[in-house]
């Protein structure tokens, strides 16, 4: 048995059964919509969210989880015999991170390495999967924080949204240029830049925007996942361009949840990889 327990956040989006499988612990972020707070879940467990966002009048705000919070993984973990690698979404995305180090500078922090991965989603859950395939192989907790140190620099993610809408109410973009974008067919490619969803092009029409998304992955690519929501059948569309242009790479589809997926809205996608 490893002597490490890998911990995460929810936007790792990891399905529920293969975390309580390989014992990773996911500590989620929480969703304030419609007057109620909840935990944001794990994939399969959206829909309903995603209903409700299309269908209310209302925007959701999110919240990192408490100091406390993971304080009380820490402290499960150490009481187990075990050191702990922490892999949260990007810090420039949500406070998570920095909860995560509070909580470990109350314990005993010389066991304990918190990585900011500048990343989240598909590539948030490649970095927990390779820490855990590390830890299985006997490496140390220093050295697997350096192999994914390393690693974060070589991940990325393109998206894409299906309605201009998500955006304008999170205040990413204007009404006007909403309006302009949406008379005009226009949709945005999004990319994730030092830690910070940044849009990089704007293409008119969903088919190309994908193309683009394909185009922009580094041909040394050799994971990669397709992330949707409710976009199931594009996804797998995506998945199979990806497998003939990528022969050698694994490639999975990825469901978005509710802290990531709101800003994006339903029939939002894109790619994560790394190379």
Do not use: W
């Amino acid at each position: 048995m490893s002597k490490i327990k890998i911990v995460t956040d929810s936007t790792a989006y990891i399905n529920k059964q293969f975390a309580e499988d390989n014992d990773i612990a996911i500590v989620p972020l929480s969703v304030n919509f419609e007057g109620v707070i909840s935990d944001e879940g794990y994939p399969g467990e959206f829909q309903e969210f995603f209903n409700r966002l299309a269908n209310s009048a209302s925007f959701p705000t999110t919240s990192q989880p408490s100091v406390g919070t993971f304080k009380t993984v820490y402290e499960e973990a150490l009481k187990e015999g075990k050191e702990v690698i922490v892999l949260t979404i990007s810090s420039k995305l949500s406070g998570t991170y920095n909860s995560a180090v509070t909580a470990a500078s109350l314990i005993d922090g010389d066991k304990v390495s918190v990585i900011d991965s500048e990343a989240t989603a598909g590539n948030l859950m490649v970095l927990a999967e390779m820490a855990l395939e590390m830890s299985r192989e006997g490496l140390s907790r220093n050295e697997i924080v350096e192999k994914l140190e390393a690693q974060k620099k070589r991940m990325g993610i393109n998206l894409t949204v299906g309605t201009l809408d998500y955006l304008k109410k999170g205040g990413r973009l204007s009404n006007t240029s909403a309006l302009i974008g949406s008379l005009l067919n226009i949709k945005p490619i999004i990319a994730l830049k030092d830690g910070k969803l940044e849009p990089v092009a704007k293409v008119r029409g969903r088919k190309k925007a994908l193309e683009k998304i394909a185009e922009d992955i580094p041909a040394e690519t050799d994971v990669l996942n397709v992330c949707h929501i409710f976009a199931l059948d594009e996804a797998e569309e995506m998945k199979r361009l990806l497998e003939e242009r990528f022969p050698k790479a694994t490639v999975k589809i990825q469901e978005l949840g509710p802290v990531i997926g709101a800003h994006l809205g339903p029939k939002a996608l894109g790619v994560t990889f790394k190379y």
